[in-house]
């Protein structure tokens, strides 16, 4: 396949270009836990912990501009503002999922267990 120009970044097959649209660390965990429900900032935070504020606003951009999560912000005060996930991050789903699994396998045959 001949390589491509998408968002002036050069890509060089589709496995790449999906990955950079919901790869790396957190991306995927963030369509994971909007597939059966809508969310706030705060209730990502309490089930993340470990990324930072700063982190989590960047990948929730990058996730609506490409796409993949609606955010609604409402007219109150304080502001509320909410996440959810548009057809296209349903679409991602089973691939996560499928992923999921098989990094569960690969944990398995390495000896890893969580507690």
Same mark, same amino acid.
């Given at each position: 396949?001949? !390589? ?11 496995? !790449?270009?999906?990955m ?19 969310l ?21 951009? +990058?996730? !609506? ?16 503002? +909410?996440?959810?996930?548009? +057809?296209?991050?349903?679409?991602a ?11 569960? !396998?690969l ?9």
């Amino acid at each position: 396949m001949p !390589e491509f120009i998408h968002n002036h970044k050069v890509y060089y097959n589709p496995v !790449e270009f999906a990955m950079d649209q919901i790869g790396g660390t957190w991306k995927m965990p963030i369509l994971w836990r909007l597939k059966d429900q809508v969310l706030r900032f705060s209730e990502f935070k309490k089930t993340m912990p470990k990324i930072t504020d700063k982190m989590l606003t960047t990948q929730l951009r +990058e996730l !609506e501009k490409n796409g993949f999560i609606n955010r609604k912000v409402y007219a109150v005060v304080p502001p509320k503002v +909410e996440y959810s996930i548009t +057809e296209k991050g349903l679409r991602a789903i089973p691939i996560i999922d499928t992923i999921r699994k098989y990094g569960l !396998e690969l944990m398995l045959e390495a000896g890893i267990t969580t507690g």
